[in-house]
């Protein structure tokens, strides 16, 4: 088992910038793969980015590639989202997911999810 706690979402201005943490306890973390999702209201949940086991691959989703940088520290069992140039359409709640499958976008080959923490950007 792997259990993800998702911090650092709260409400910034457009063009402003957050990083998200998710720290991860259980099973060795540095097996695994991470992923950040987010879900909208009304809407499905959405890739955002994703970090192989080592750091050394990163992945992003179209809508946020060049303004969110995804990074991870092992020793830390921690993964982060850096988010900048926010836009009102990034509003959601943001998940971090651990997965044996390096690289993906499918929710379906996550297996281990967190509670999600929201971020609100007011225009």
């Known amino acids: 088992q792997v259990q993800l706690v998702e911090s650092g979402g709260g409400l910034v201005q457009a063009g402003g910038s957050l990083r998200l943490s998710c720290v991860a306890s259980g099973r060795t973390f540095s097996s695994y793969a991470m992923g950040w999702f987010r879900q909208a209201p009304g809407k499905e949940r959405e890739f955002v980015a994703a970090?192989?086991?080592?750091?050394?691959?990163?992945y992003y989703g179209h809508a946020v590639k060049g303004r969110f940088t995804i990074s991870r520290d092992n020793a830390k069992n921690t993964v982060y989202l850096q988010m900048n140039s926010l836009k009102p359409e990034d509003t959601a709640v943001y998940y971090c997911?651990?997965?044996?499958?390096?690289?993906?976008?499918?929710?379906?080959?996550?297996?281990?999810w967190g509670q999600g923490t929201q971020v609100t950007v007011s225009s």
């Open positions: 970090i192989s086991w080592s750091g050394g691959s990163t």
């Open positions: 997911a651990a997965s044996v499958v390096t690289g993906t976008s499918s929710r379906s080959e996550y297996d281990y």
